[in-house]
């Protein structure tokens, strides 16, 4: 699934969160998307998603306008917040059946127990989400989005989500299979060194608009100029 944003324009009262934003998403990519606070990273997400309307401009999903009607195309996308879209009194295994059920995907009994074991949520499954760690819940969203297999995924700041390493580790090996059968996860950092070795495209994002968009080679090329003010803010 291909998804565009054209001259993205969000406004929340005076403030421009997203400025112009042109963006494109192939499938089979992993982009990282660097910028400082209040860059208009979450805002962007969210409207890549159609969670959040634009103000102007356009989203664009397989080469038609978005249209929040559509959910045969929204079935494809899922977006995980930093606190996840969960139920908070239902229990692990309820949330993935909601989730399973509003995708119209059935899984059987082995697939989720590998799923859940995987991010070490086996013996939590039936615990209600709300007694979870920050980590677990941000596991449990990560579960979904791996059990749908959505072909989309939106994830804000998934590295400053609690987990421990290895529910990290779980997620990035998850995360290249999906790759290689040619989904595209689109995640949101502040962290350089950990864009550099996990993805395929780096856009970084500055006052709402797309200043750059490399490769992990090319933006280390050109922050070892050292002529680029936003890239040098974002290094220090």
């Given at each position: 699934m291909i998804v565009e944003l054209v001259d993205a324009r969000k406004k929340y009262g005076s403030?421009?969160?997203?400025?112009?934003?042109?963006?494109?998403?192939?499938?089979g990519e992993l982009v990282a998307v660097l910028g400082l606070n209040g860059a208009g990273k979450t805002t962007m997400l969210k409207t890549m998603a159609g969670?959040?309307?634009?103000?102007?401009g356009h989203l664009?999903?397989?080469?038609?306008?978005?249209?929040?009607?559509?959910?045969?195309?929204?079935?494809?996308?899922?977006?995980?917040?930093?606190?996840?879209f969960l139920v908070l009194e239902r229990s692990v295994l309820e949330n993935?059946?909601?989730?399973?059920?509003?995708?119209?995907?059935?899984?059987?009994?082995?697939?989720?127990?590998?799923?859940?074991?995987?991010?070490?949520?086996?013996?939590?499954?039936?615990?209600?989400?709300?007694?979870l760690s920050r980590g677990q819940v941000y596991k449990t969203g990560l579960a979904t989005l791996f059990a749908v297999e959505a072909e989309v995924g939106l994830l804000d700041e998934p590295f400053?989500?609690?987990?421990?390493?290895?529910?990290?580790?779980?997620?990035?090996?998850?995360?290249?299979?999906?790759?290689?059968?040619?989904?595209?996860?689109?995640y949101t950092t502040q962290l350089v060194d950990l864009a550099l070795q996990f993805a395929t495209r780096i856009v970084?994002?500055?006052?709402?608009?797309?200043?750059?968009?490399?490769?992990?080679?090319?933006?280390?090329e050109r922050a070892a100029e050292k002529n680029d003010t936003v890239l040098a803010k974002l290094i220090s």
């Open positions: 403030l421009a969160a997203l400025d112009g934003c042109d963006l494109k998403i192939e499938s969670v959040s309307p634009l103000s102007s664009i999903w397989d080469g038609r306008p978005c249209r929040r009607e559509d959910l045969e195309r929204r079935r494809r996308i899922l977006f995980i917040p930093d606190t996840p993935l059946a909601l989730f399973l059920d509003a995708y119209e995907i059935e899984r059987d009994a082995i697939f989720i127990a590998e799923l859940l074991e995987s991010f070490d949520l086996l013996e939590a499954a039936t615990s209600p989400v709300s007694q400053a989500s609690g987990m421990d390493a290895a529910g990290i580790q779980n997620f990035k090996a998850r995360t290249w299979a999906a790759i290689a059968e040619k989904s595209s996860m689109v970084v994002l500055n006052h709402g608009k797309v200043h750059a968009d490399l490769t992990p080679d090319a933006l280390r």
